[in-house]
């Protein structure tokens, strides 16, 4: 099978379609969704619409869960906070009934899917360095974890010696590393973080035993002005040329 994995939408419709159009082309048997389809954006109804009808895997995201007051928003930073209120009255009433059944992990053939962290999904940690890493390689058993949250692409490979490092490059084969392990951030497609603007996202080979990432372009400026319009705290709506 090949899978293309989506995750961090955050009601970005505009890099949502671009992302999808550019998925048509990749020749995929799935699309799986990795979470936090809402917040920040101005179209969750429109985006959650979008990701039920396209994606055979949808998990919940921590956004996802503050949207429907699943998860207090007191840990957020304030132009979150204002964002997950705003998301919170424009949700439809179906649409928070689906978000409220998402599960927070899942299995598939060679994968391991959740939004933040395998250890403990529903505490919405951080994978942020080389020992965080490493712990949470030992919950999950699949070759491949695939994760969002941070809205950073990164690859981590664990040898079957134990050795463990950052792959430096945006493609990986398993089938080259005998035994190997990986822990995958898919990047995010709505506010990618890396310092590039481009949406992200991934594309999970089986047969190959790869992972490729691609980035696409969408038009920022107007999701930057849909944002305007419903009064989005201003560091949100920069933060999108940026990449940061
Ligand atoms: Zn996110």
């Not at 293309?4 to 995929?28: F, G, K, P, R, T």
Request: proline fraction near 3%; aromatic fraction near 8%.
């Amino acid at each position: 099978m090949r899978f293309a994995v989506i995750s961090d939408i955050h009601a970005n419709l505009e890099a949502l379609e671009a992302v999808l159009e550019d998925i048509d082309d990749q020749n995929v048997d799935e699309i799986i969704c990795l979470g936090d389809v809402v917040g920040y954006g101005a179209n969750p109804n429109e985006c959650l619409e979008l990701v039920k009808s396209r994606c055979s895997v949808i998990l919940l995201g921590n956004h996802d869960a503050a949207a429907i007051e699943m998860l207090s928003t007191q840990h957020f930073n304030i132009h979150a906070k204002i964002a997950i209120e705003w998301t919170s009255q424009s949700l439809k009433k179906e649409n928070k009934a689906f978000l409220s059944e998402l599960p927070l992990k899942s299995e598939k053939s060679s994968m391991t899917l959740v939004h933040a962290t395998p250890y403990e999904p529903n505490m919405w940690y951080y994978i942020t360095s080389l020992e965080e890493a490493a712990f949470n390689f030992q919950f999950f058993n699949s070759p491949v974890c695939l994760v969002g949250h941070t809205h950073i692409p990164i690859i981590i490979v664990l040898e079957e010696n134990k050795e463990l490092y950052v792959h430096q490059d945006t493609i990986i084969s398993l089938n080259d590393l005998s035994g190997a392990r990986l822990l995958i951030n898919v990047g995010s497609v709505g506010q990618p973080r890396d310092r590039n603007a481009k949406s992200c996202y991934g594309i999970f080979d089986e047969y190959t035993g790869t992972f490729t990432y691609r980035r696409v372009v969408y038009n920022i400026d107007k999701t930057q002005a849909k944002m305007k319009k419903i009064k989005m705290p201003d560091f949100l709506i920069n933060r999108l040329e940026d990449g940061r």
